[in-house]
């Protein structure tokens, strides 16, 4: 079975400084892999994934990640934080792409930018 | 991009009521809608997977008779909390998958379940 481990539930950084999210995932198969974004009552936004395309994903808002098979990970980056880059933060796996299967979610990290 | 509507977006109900939630695709169809439920600081858990016109499929732990999914048409998908009690608050979240995008999935804005 697949999961996923979001290490860190809150991380602190100030404006301007570098975004780094951790995420490791099990598959028994190669896995598709997302990261979502959830602000204060709201729901899960899109920002990047991972399709067994290039390793390094580009993602919306300035966000990436890569995706690291020996390591079994794929770290959400952003260089430079923005205080609206505040949020909940899920990385999710799937086993492949057909429409039956669900995303099986980590358990987030909140993120807190400081000025 | 496609949008996912969520409705209602809060609701305060008395215990022993039942509550419905929709979840509709505005801009494609979906086949498949998935419902999850989250608890305060804690990540998404799947309740089920909806097909649209056949029985949903629920996840092991959920009672299929207190959480009544219906997926009558490509772009609906309902969840009735049935004889609502305060263990049934929290945020539930709806999301469809968008064939024509690649399975892309798409999340409602959720809906918070105040049961008093």
């Known amino acids: 079975a697949q999961s996923v481990t979001q290490l860190g539930s809150h991380v602190s950084v100030s404006e301007g400084a570098l975004v780094l999210l951790r995420c490791n995932y099990s598959?028994?198969?190669?896995?598709?892999l997302f990261w979502y974004v959830q602000y204060p009552n709201q729901g899960l936004q899109l920002l990047l994934k991972y399709t067994s395309a290039a390793t390094l994903v580009k993602g919306i808002n300035g966000f990436e990640a890569e995706f690291k098979k020996s390591e079994t990970s794929f770290h959400l980056t952003k260089p430079s934080a923005h205080m609206s880059d505040a949020a909940e933060y899920f990385c999710?796996?799937?086993?492949?792409?057909?429409?039956?299967?669900?995303?099986?979610f980590g358990k987030g990290t909140r993120l807190s930018v400081i000025a | 991009g496609a949008v996912v509507s969520q409705h209602p977006s809060w609701v305060i109900c008395k215990s022993g009521t039942s509550v419905k939630i929709e979840c509709r695709s505005l801009d494609f169809q979906a086949t498949t809608m998935f419902w999850y439920r989250q608890f305060p600081k804690q990540s998404l858990m799947l309740m089920a997977t909806s097909n649209e016109g056949s029985k949903a499929t629920y996840e092991q732990g959920v009672e299929k008779d207190k959480f009544l999914i219906n997926h009558a048409s490509l772009t609906l998908s309902t969840l009735t909390v049935t004889s609502a009690h305060p263990e049934d608050s929290s945020f539930y979240i709806c999301?469809?998958?968008?064939?024509?995008?690649?399975?892309?999935?798409?999340f409602g804005a959720g809906t918070r379940l105040s049961v008093l």
């Open positions: 598959s028994s198969v190669p896995p598709y």
């Open positions: 999710a796996v799937k086993l492949g792409n057909s429409g039956n299967t669900p995303l099986v």
């Open positions: 999301s469809a998958k968008d064939r024509s995008q690649g399975n892309i999935q798409y």
